[in-house]
């Protein structure tokens, strides 16, 4: 992966989780090999790796949630 990419996609995230775990690799380990800037991502890759499983890795997870009000609930006239 180029350095100074911001994005990655889920093929290369679960590369990523995948080789380090079968390397015995260190987040910064594996963080260095492929020039990312920090090992904070590969930890939360791992995490959710383990914790939903490969396809969690594929969701977009940008942004924040909404905390503002409830969606309107329809009326229904029957």
């Known amino acids: 992966m180029p350095k100074g990419v911001s994005?990655?996609?889920g093929a290369f995230k679960k590369q990523i989780v995948e080789e380090m775990?079968?390397?015995?690799?260190?987040?910064r380990e594996i963080a260095r090999q492929y020039e990312m800037?920090?090992?904070?991502?590969v930890a939360d890759w791992e995490r959710?790796?383990?914790?939903?499983?490969?396809d969690g890795l594929f969701i977009e997870r940008r942004?924040?949630?909404?905390?503002g009000w409830?969606?309107?609930?329809?009326?229904l006239e029957v």
């Open 63 to 67: 942004g924040r949630g909404s905390k």
């Open 37 to 41: 800037r920090g090992a904070h991502s």
């Open 70 to 75: 409830p969606p309107k609930k329809l009326k």
């Open 48 to 54: 959710i790796y383990l914790e939903e499983g490969p």
């Open 7 to 9: 994005k990655y996609d």
């Open 21 to 27: 775990r079968e390397k015995g690799l260190s987040y």
